[in-house]
């Protein structure tokens, strides 16, 4: 997932005015004490996390394993008994990626193997190569002139200094009954910077022009720095290409722990010559454009034609294993309906599982499942949002709605790691509050209080959200994820918390359970209207 910033706040002043809508609402706590007795007592959760995380491993999205991935939970799915599991392709997508190999060690001054990885999407240096470095720092296209034709066929060193930091403290965090007072502030639209689009294609255009300036110069390769100041061995790592067909760099590039780039650093600004050998083999896969969703269900009763979605993006990018991003919020999705399966449950609402691909290139996947589906926005003219979705794009006009949408009742969503659940983002979904106040009390002993009314972003539930479907992602406790898992070479089956797993799990389930037996679909709120377009700023 993309970062995002959590937000709580507190419903006292508004869940105060309804209690008579808490003791109108149903909660059969029979039921969920089934759910609760076979998600702690026979959880299969880490026996999926190994299957996905260990046997399956990164999930870019156009990757062979993001397509091993897909087939993987399709069948395990169907062998859990649910029904009509399948793979939605949406698209076309672009090339897929993978890297087999990476080589890097410093040859002079000193003899030291290096830690590296590949930026997804870049090419490999086709064997082995040598070159010395230079250090650049290119913040804006005046700064190309600084380098130009200083750069042929050398190790660009590029970015700012790299801080590293004494880690004084453990990176492991749980919400504090304070932090979450402490965001109960509800922020009025307009006080917090909205998100720029116009920002967004400038840097991915700067980004195009740097890799072609790159090109242009003859370099040999391109290493930059971890971010963040932790460092002790954990490199985030994510592109440094474009997935486009017809975009594809030309310049290898590499992502280097920062306290290996720091020496380098160093000892180039004392004007020492710094040579590397590096040895990257990458692939690019255009077999296929098109990528895929998995999607299953358990069939309801009465109201069938009702449907309540659980789902999660089962992409990754690739240093690791994806196991915090998402591979978690993808297996306690499984492991929820594996319970409800195994308790032989007869929703009257039809509950339908989605795991996602292409969340990390923006939401792709939910987007095109749900423009498929649900409801979309007209194509944009910018030629960057070429074949994109546009459902996220306000600016693009009004959202279109297909009859589908009137039949899914809610969507609920898990992506910020494997921390229990302690509360849910509403979406500024008023109506619902006391309804999952009611849902919420069989888990206040497991820690789950708190109800926020502000909006939380970067995830799929947006997508379905966007059409003015009940979309909601789960409050969960940060424990390590931006501090050492997201995006990272740590992100790795051995960082998730199993207890905290199950107890998703449990909780997911029975919203799912309530959702699906409820006598009437979930409260909406109006689809959000479109945004005028931005205005073009002149170049000064």
Known sequence: MKRSTPFVCSFVVILSMVPALWSQEKVDLETISRIRYEGFHNSKVMELASGLMDSIGE???GSPNMK??????????????LSNAHLESWGPFGRGWANQYVNARMTTPDIVPL??????????????????????????????????????GMIVILGPDAEVKPITELPYKRLTDDDLAKTGEYQIPGERPPFRFAEFLKRQQFMKDLNQFF??????AVIDHSRGTAGGGTVFVQSGGSYKPGETTTVPQLTMASEHWTRIARLLQQKKDVTLELNVTNTFYDDDPMQYDTIAEIPGTDKKDEVVMLGAHLDSWHAGTGATDN???????????????????????TIRIGLWSGEEEGLLGSQGYVEQHFGSRPPMDDPNMKGMPTLLRREAGPVTVKPEQAKLSAYFNVDNGTGRIRGVHLQENAAVAPIFEAWMRPFKDLGMTTLTMRNTGGTDHLSFDAVGIPGFQFIQDP???????????????????PEDLKQISVIVASFVYDAAMRDQMLPRKPIEKPLPKEPEKKED
């Open 479 to 497: 424990i390590e994820y931006e501090t050492r898992t997201h995006h990272s070479n740590m992100d790795v089956y051995d960082r998730l918390q």
């Open 327 to 349: 591979g978690a919020g993808s297996v306690v999705m499984m492991e929820a309906v594996r319970i409800l399966k195994a308790l032989d449950i007869k929703p009257r609402r």
């Open 59 to 61: 999930r870019l999205t």
């Open 115 to 152: 830690l590296v990885y590949a930026k997804a999407w870049t090419p490999g240096t086709n064997g082995v190569v040598t070159g010395k470095c230079i250090r650049a720092t290119i913040e804006k296209k005046e700064d190309f002139d600084k380098y130009r034709g200083k750069l042929a």
């Open 215 to 220: 090109a242009d110069e003859k370099v040999l």
């Open 68 to 81: 091993r991935a897909n087939d993987w939970t399709r069948d395990q799915l169907t062998a859990m008994g």
